[in-house]
């Protein structure tokens, strides 16, 4: 598992949590994001960095 916060590929113990780097930052949620929200969310982050970059 990756860490939960966009563009960020620190490994986290489990779907929906924070590395240790990020987690001190933010405040835990109540509900927490499935692995199934972590990709679908990652892969819109993909695709928009990946359009900055090729229009570089």
Not at 10 to 22: K, L
Not at 31 to 46: H, K, M, N, P, S
Request: proline share 4%; aromatic share 6%; with cysteine.
């Amino acid at each position: 598992m990756t860490c939960a916060l966009p563009g960020c590929r620190n490994p986290a113990t489990e779907a929906g949590e924070m590395c240790a780097a990020c987690g001190h930052w933010l405040r835990s949620a109540t509900t927490r994001l499935t692995a199934d929200d972590i990709r679908a969310r990652d892969e819109y982050v993909q695709r928009a960095y990946q359009q900055q970059r090729s229009k570089r």
